[in-house]
């Protein structure tokens, strides 16, 4: 599984990044780690992903119209949305957009783990 | 408390206490929260979010240098250096406020945060003569939030 991280906060990303290692988790390779939509969008023509978690609340793209841009390029994508936002809008734009998941921060290592194998069932 | 119940405020403590229950499992312990005066408390890093929408004003996370280094270790982190101090406390300004939204609704928005080190005179009072001060300690460090909100009429 090819996995893109999206999170504007380096700590995020390395925190995602070791937590794609866990055992309960299929053989992940990070294809890329952006901080914001734009460089996601221009990392998964690079390195196509099967696989993105995405935070919303980012600087020059946020992630909702970043989901938009991703699943217009290719609609069978898995993306899971990594936020603090709280609010049941956000979450409902984000999986009309095409997200299939929704992992509130803060979050456990399990809480990922399971949030990951969700979505690609 | 014009302005902001004490429900709404409930809103940020438990936020704040959250975070660090979930994360370390040690959930921050709430020793008490005030209206702040004029000289906003602050510790040696803060993370900043600007509101707007249906609200305006503020919200910051502001903690010690060891706090910030411990939180970092917890999340397996290894490299505690400035510039992971300065993201980890804007994530956590971040997420108080994300949190905040499932109590206020998408009106509230958020900015992405703004991390400082030290006092700046970007710590001050947004839109509010006294800001409400939640006093918090974790691991035996205090650290605060300051809400700094008030209704867009």
Same mark, same amino acid.
């Given at each position: 599984?090819?996995?893109?991280?999206?999170?504007?906060?380096?700590?995020?990303?390395?925190?995602?990044?070791?937590?794609?290692?866990? *055992?309960?988790?299929?053989?992940?390779?990070?294809?890329?780690?952006?901080?914001?939509?734009?460089?996601?969008?221009?990392?998964?023509?690079?390195?196509?992903?099967?696989?993105?978690?995405?935070?919303?609340?980012?600087?020059?793209?946020?992630?909702?119209?970043?989901?938009? !841009?991703?699943?217009?390029?290719?609609?069978?994508?898995?993306?899971?949305?990594?936020?603090?936002?709280?609010?049941?809008?956000? !979450?409902?734009?984000?999986?009309?957009?095409?997200?299939?998941?929704?992992?509130?921060? *803060?979050?456990?290592?399990?809480?990922?783990?399971?949030?990951?194998?969700?979505?690609?069932? | $408390?014009? @302005?902001?119940?004490?429900?709404?405020?409930?809103?940020?403590?438990?936020?704040?206490?959250?975070?660090? &229950?979930?994360?370390?499992? #040690?959930?921050?312990?709430?020793?008490?929260?005030?209206?702040?005066?004029?000289?906003?408390?602050?510790?040696?890093?803060?993370?900043?979010?600007?509101?707007?929408?249906?609200?305006? &004003?503020?919200?910051?996370?502001?903690?010690?240098?060891?706090? $910030?280094?411990?939180?970092?270790?917890? $999340?397996?982190?290894?490299?505690?250096?400035?510039?992971?101090?300065?993201?980890? %406390?804007?994530?956590?300004?971040?997420?108080?406020?994300?949190?905040?939204?499932? @109590?206020? &609704?998408?009106?509230?928005?958020?900015?992405?945060?703004?991390?400082?080190? &030290?006092?700046?005179?970007?710590?001050?009072?947004?839109?509010?003569?006294?800001?409400?001060?939640?006093?918090?300690?974790?691991?035996? @460090?205090?650290?605060?939030? %300051?809400?700094?909100? #008030?209704?867009?009429?």
């Amino acid at each position: 599984m090819k996995l893109l991280i999206v999170d504007d906060s380096n700590i995020i990303r390395s925190r995602i990044a070791r937590i794609a290692l866990h *055992p309960r988790l299929p053989e992940i390779t990070i294809v890329g780690l952006a901080k914001n939509g734009l460089e996601a969008i221009e990392l998964s023509r690079r390195a196509p992903p099967d696989v993105v978690t995405m935070d919303l609340t980012m600087p020059e793209m946020d992630g909702i119209a970043c989901i938009a !841009a991703l699943m217009a390029e290719k609609p069978q994508l898995n993306i899971l949305v990594v936020s603090a936002l709280g609010d049941k809008a956000t !979450a409902i734009a984000a999986l009309k957009k095409g997200a299939r998941g929704f992992l509130h921060k *803060p979050f456990t290592d399990e809480q990922l783990v399971d949030a990951l194998l969700e979505i690609q069932c | $408390m014009a @302005h902001l119940s004490e429900s709404e405020l409930k809103v940020f403590i438990a936020a704040v206490s959250n975070y660090f &229950g979930q994360l370390t499992n #040690e959930a921050a312990v709430i020793r008490s929260s005030y209206l702040a005066d004029a000289e906003l408390p602050h510790f040696d890093y803060t993370g900043l979010i600007t509101l707007s929408g249906r609200f305006r &004003g503020c919200v910051y996370f502001s903690a010690p240098r060891l706090l $910030m280094r411990e939180l970092l270790l917890q $999340m397996q982190e290894p490299d505690t250096c400035e510039q992971n101090l300065l993201d980890a %406390v804007g994530e956590v300004a971040n997420t108080i406020s994300g949190n905040a939204r499932r @109590h206020f &609704g998408s009106g509230l928005d958020i900015s992405v945060p703004v991390a400082i080190k &030290g006092a700046t005179a970007q710590i001050k009072s947004a839109v509010r003569t006294r800001p409400f001060a939640i006093l918090l300690s974790w691991q035996k @460090h205090e650290a605060v939030v %300051v809400v700094d909100i #008030e209704p867009v009429n």
